[in-house]
């Protein structure tokens, strides 16, 4: 599941400070912007995986035109984060479920990975 948010860049003497407004605790730096965006997209993930795995509710994301900066020394971009790379490491549980005989023909047609949808529909439905 990709969550992206806001990142603010502010250029300091080594490099780029980095924060997300809307998200407490991540912040990060990186001499580059490359490496500043790596490290972002890290520090997110790790973040928000504490977030789903202390059932606190991911923040709202905040329009990047609404967000005061200093434009001589930083900069806002958005950061996009695979949240189920940081909650990979969970122990699965194993679910039986029923389905309908004809849903479950298409599906297994389909070559749809029944786990992977069902966890992707329940963190949709869970607001994950």
Known sequence: MIK???AIFE????GFGIYFPDV????TQGETVEEGLEMASDALGIQLAWHVEKQ???PNMS??????INKETQFVTLVSVNLLDY???SVPDKKTIKIPHWLNVRATKAGINFSKTMTEALMEKLQV
């Not at 250029?11 to 080594?14: E, G, P, R, Y």
């Not at 407490?24 to 912040?27: I, K, L, P, S, V």
């Not at 329009?63 to 005061?68: K, P, T």
């Open 4 to 6: 992206i948010y806001p």
């Open 63 to 68: 329009h990047i035109n609404d967000l005061a």
């Open 24 to 27: 407490d605790g991540a912040e």
């Open 56 to 58: 606190i509710p991911l």
């Open 87 to 89: 909650l990979q490491d």
């Open 11 to 14: 250029q300091d003497a080594v």
